[in-house]
């Protein structure tokens, strides 16, 4: 099919739908209403249900703080705590970024540009989450263990630390591996478009 | 009430380019009702604040194309939906083969990338470069090249076939 054939075919469209006009005034003011609300993508979904989860834990966890009665618990109740609020709102307000777009005053150009670098930025958040992720890893056993136990791994089951660890680092290994390539996929698309436009804005 | 008399006598007379940008950036009548309700949700949202700078329909088109844009890189969605099956997504009058060079031309289109499929559509829609570059924030000089490569690739195509 040839543009001049593609653009017959278009205009045949047009006066077709020309002929259709049936929209009533109240359905177009129902579609302007908040009733129907563009509601988050498959993203948001996931991130929305890991933070509920996250915020829960850390509620749950600051309610026996007192439980951790060594310095090093201390510390490490301290940053489990703070990595479980932290990260889901910094992974909710990047995506929210994302949706703040302005759609009413940008150009086509605008938000293209505007998408792909808050999607990247997207992942650059999730980058840090997984590289933290190992970290946490260490660092919650022995406070989920005093918390939900009453034992101090690092005195009574330090065979656990030896089993727990090398699992964990696997599983971690693999799932980072996973989650990231999905990511890496958006953001390659994102990085296609910001070249795509840059090689147009060379050309003239 | 006569911004809301005004708001629906525009998009009774341009629900046509609602339509044909939904067709051309969603796979199915599920995306592409949901498509219809998000542009029409954003035209009214821009409406109380158009002061007329702009043509109405240049004004349009460029709302109608980012909440497209940003649809297809979102895509799943859900919540309420209006009903639109009776009136405007009711598929064009049948004709097998007026349908059949449609859907060549729906995918030749879907085939290009975010930028050009916006400039094929304007073009389509009779704009000159001037007003399409208006539209998409991109140079006179860069809609013309991108134009000129858009009918090489379609020629390339036609030959491979």
């Known amino acids: 099919m040839e543009l001049e054939e593609m653009q017959t075919t278009w205009s045949q469209l047009s006066d077709q739908l020309e002929h259709q006009k049936k929209l009533t005034n109240t359905l177009i003011m129902e579609m302007t209403k908040q009733r129907y609300r563009s509601k988050i993508g498959i993203l948001s979904r996931y991130e929305g249900l890991g933070a509920v989860i996250c915020f829960a834990a850390a509620i749950l966890l600051m309610l026996q703080f007192q439980k951790l009665d060594t310095w090093y618990l201390m510390a490490s109740g301290v940053f489990t705590v703070g990595y479980i609020i932290l990260l889901p709102v910094a992974v909710l307000r990047s995506i929210n970024a994302m949706k703040s777009i302005d759609l009413i005053n940008n150009t086509y150009k605008d938000t293209l540009i505007a998408y792909a670098k808050k999607q990247k930025q997207f992942l650059r958040t999730q980058r840090i989450g997984i590289y933290l992720n190992f970290i946490l890893l260490a660092v919650s056993l022995p406070v989920v263990v005093k918390v939900f136990k009453g034992d101090d791994i690092f005195v009574t089951n330090t065979e656990l630390l030896y089993g727990y660890i090398p699992f964990m680092v696997i599983f971690l290994v693999l799932f980072s591996k996973w989650g990231y390539t999905k990511y890496r996929n958006v953001t390659d698309s994102a990085s296609e478009i910001l070249k795509d436009l840059e090689d147009g804005s060379r050309q003239i | ?161």
């Open chain 2, 1 to 161: 009430m006569k911004e809301e008399q005004a708001f629906t006598k525009l998009i009774k007379q341009n629900g046509g380019i609602i339509y044909k940008i939904t067709r051309l950036y969603t796979d199915d009548t599920e995306s592409q009702k949901d498509l219809y309700q998000e542009i029409v949700y954003q035209l009214w949202k821009g409406f109380k604040t158009f002061r007329g700078e702009a043509k109405i329909t240049t004004w349009m088109y460029r709302i109608a194309l980012n909440t497209a844009l940003l649809h297809l890189k979102r895509k799943k969605r859900s919540g309420y939906k209006v009903s639109l099956d009776a009136v405007v997504l009711k598929q064009e009058d049948y004709d097998p083969l007026f349908e059949e060079r449609l859907k060549i031309l729906y995918s030749k289109i879907k085939d290009l990338g975010d930028v050009d499929r916006g400039i094929i559509f304007l073009f389509l829609e009779g704009k000159k470069y001037k007003e399409i570059a208006k539209i998409t924030g991109l140079s006179t000089n860069n809609v013309g090249t991108r134009m000129a490569r858009i009918k090489e690739r379609l020629r390339t195509q036609i030959n491979k076939n």
